[in-house]
């Protein structure tokens, strides 16, 4: 089992960059893909940043790539998805997930095929002038 906590959300201005952290405890994240959700008011949940802890691939959908970056770092078991280029529409509460990597791949949690076993508790992202 993993505990995930999330932090570094914010208030940012359109067009400012800010760095969430998925921190884990429980297991090494290598043994997971690692994903960021968000959600807004109103709006489905969204996959916006994966990545696969055995292997480091990722996957973006269009909406977010080439602005948001996620990476992880085995030593502090922990994922960051660094943001830049930050819109209005990526106000949203910001979650981290993760799936036992043998059952999933980046793309597949990031297109929401199957709900991941573990969430953190999500953090708020307010893009605003």
């Known amino acids: 089992q993993v505990h995930l906590v999330e932090s570094g959300g914010g208030l940012v201005q359109p067009g400012g960059s800010l760095r969430l952290s998925c921190a884990a405890s429980?297991?090494?994240?290598?043994?997971?893909?690692i994903g960021w959700f968000r959600q807004a008011p109103g709006k489905e949940r969204e996959g916006v940043s994966c990545?696969?802890?055995?292997?480091?691939?990722?996957y973006y959908p269009d909406s977010v790539k080439g602005r948001f970056t996620i990476t992880g770092d085995s030593d502090r078991n922990t994922v960051y998805l660094q943001m830049h280029g930050l819109k209005p529409e990526d106000t949203a509460v910001y979650y981290c997930?993760?799936?036992?990597?043998?059952?999933?791949?980046?793309?597949?949690?990031?297109?929401?095929?199957?709900?991941?076993?573990?969430w953190g508790q999500g953090t708020q992202v307010t893009v605003s002038s």
């Open positions: 997930a993760a799936q036992w990597v043998r059952i999933t791949t980046a793309q597949a949690m990031c297109e929401k095929e199957g709900e991941p076993d573990y």
């Open positions: 429980g297991r090494a994240l290598d043994h997971y893909v």
């Open positions: 990545i696969s802890g055995n292997n480091n691939s990722t």
